[in-house]
Structure formats: structure tokens, C-alpha cells
């Protein structure tokens, strides 16, 4: 019947996250390269690039600090 399926035993976990758990060296790699690349872009963004890479680059920086959240969550466990 409807709504009596038994719901999953473990949270959801991103592809990226059950990889990452296997490899921890490939994640502080990777932490470190994301870190560097957002500094980088908050740098174009302070020193006013052209309005078309601007938005590209806020559209990136976005990526970046979401995938940020991603591996800090895949860290913390």
C-alpha cells in the first residue's frame, strides 16, 4: 500500500562522499585545491573583472563553496 514502504536505514550520501570516506588523502588534496581556487576567485571579483566574467566567476564561486560544504561533511565523519 501506499506509504508503507520502510524507509531507508542510512541517510542519503553523495557518490563523492562514499569516495572520498575510501580515500581521506584524496579529499585533503582536493580541500586544498578547492580553497586555493575559491581564494583565487574572490580575488578576480575584488579587482572588478568584465561584467560577462563576473558572472561566470560568481556562478564558479558558488560551485566551489558548495562543493566545499560537500567534502567538509565527508571529512567530518
Known amino acids: ?13 553523495f557518490d563523492l562522499e562514499a569516495d572520498l570516506k575510501k580515500d581521506p588523502k584524496q579529499a585533503k588534496e582536493m580541500m586544498k585545491n578547492i580553497e586555493e581556487r575559491i581564494g583565487t576567485l574572490k ?25 566545499e560544504k560537500v567534502l567538509k561533511k565527508a571529512l567530518k565523519k
Open 1 to 13: 500500500m501506499y506509504g508503507l514502504k520502510e524507509e531507508p536505514k542510512q541517510p542519503f550520501q
Open 43 to 67: 580575488n578576480l571579483l575584488r579587482q572588478g573583472a568584465e561584467n560577462e566574467d563576473f558572472d561566470e566567476y560568481g556562478v564558479l564561486l558558488h560551485g566551489y563553496a558548495a562543493l
